[in-house]
């Protein structure tokens, strides 16, 4: 477990899945460089690395598309994660037990009903070609 505070989250609310919480935490790096806020190494975070409701769950999925592909919305459903007000509440919880900040603007309502999840997760799917490795023919 990289953060055993985690574990109490899990406890107090057994909605999500441990997993859920780990990845918001990857989802949020990555979003932050996506938008170009992330902090240097070693740079404590300021409010020039806040990312808005909007923004989190664009990197959420961006990120799970590309670590999961065809299988992002099977894996958030086994984690519970089923609406953009599922990850606003993962945030929330993460919040609460003082795992992540927030600014006086932020709130739960950011994340209610922005985008259909699944079909974010899914739509327009594809594989590109360039990414698989050559097919070695045999000699006759």
Not at 9 to 18: G, K, L, T
Not at 33 to 46: D, F, H, I, S, Y
Request: no cysteine.
């Amino acid at each position: 477990m990289r953060h055993p505070e985690i574990a109490e989250i899990v406890r107090r609310d057994r909605r999500y899945a441990y997993e859920a919480y780990e990845f918001i935490f990857d989802a949020l790096g990555h979003t932050q460089q996506m938008v170009g806020r992330k902090p240097r190494e070693g740079e404590p975070l300021a409010e020039e690395h806040h990312v808005s409701g909007a923004e989190i769950l664009r990197g959420t999925v961006d990120l799970a598309r590309k670590e999961f592909g065809f299988l992002a919305k099977t894996v958030f459903h086994q984690w519970g994660v089923t609406r953009t007000d599922d990850i606003g509440e993962l945030v929330f919880n993460l919040i609460e037990g003082s795992l992540l900040s927030k600014t006086e603007t932020d709130r739960r309502a950011d994340f209610q009903n922005l985008f259909d999840l699944d079909r974010a997760l899914t739509d327009d799917f594809a594989i590109s070609l360039n990414e698989a490795p050559p097919i070695r023919r045999g000699h006759r």
